[in-house]
């Protein structure tokens, strides 16, 4: 599997890439989001890890961006210094329904500053460098 997706709270998941997912997996993601969202009892934030991969296919990115339409979508946040990563969020935030704060970060303090505009406190209590660099 190129991804991983994981609570980090009841209210924050992370997206983890290891790899640009094949377009199965990329259909694999669609439908595991939308299983977060349909079981959330609260809306939830997503962080998207895309340091070592992310989804290039507009169909799948297009299919995630009509989720954010979804009731329990509170809104996204993305990591990752590559210039690929950051075009193919970009091409999310065109295609979603109702773009709530999906962008691309290259430090951790403006990832969480993002999430905390989103829902002050949500990034709170997470050990953000351990996560975004578990190798470290």
Same mark, same amino acid.
């Given at each position: ?23 199965? %997996?990329?259909?694999?993601?669609? =439908?595991?989001? %939308? ?27 297009? =299919?995630? +961006? ?7 979508? *509170? !809104? +996204?946040?993305?990591?990752? *210094?590559?210039? !690929? ?15 709530? +704060?999906? =962008? ?12 905390? =505009?989103?829902?002050? +406190?949500?990034? @709170? !209590?997470? @050990? ?9």
């Amino acid at each position: 599997m190129s991804y991983e997706i994981k609570p980090l709270k009841p209210e924050v998941y992370l997206i983890q890439w290891t790899a640009i997912p094949s377009q199965q %997996q990329a259909g694999e993601w669609v =439908r595991d989001v %939308q299983a977060v969202l349909d079981a959330a009892p609260h809306p939830v934030f997503f962080v998207s890890d895309l340091q070592r991969g992310y989804v290039e296919d507009v169909h799948a990115l297009r =299919r995630v +961006g009509e989720l954010t339409a979804h009731p329990m979508w *509170g !809104g +996204g946040v993305s990591y990752s *210094g590559k210039l !690929g990563a950051q075009v193919f969020v970009r091409a999310f935030d065109r295609l979603s329904a109702s773009p709530k +704060g999906d =962008r691309a970060f290259t430090t951790i303090g403006e990832l969480t500053a993002a999430l905390d =505009r989103l829902k002050p +406190g949500v990034a @709170d !209590g997470i @050990d953000w460098p351990a996560v975004l660099n578990p190798q470290q």
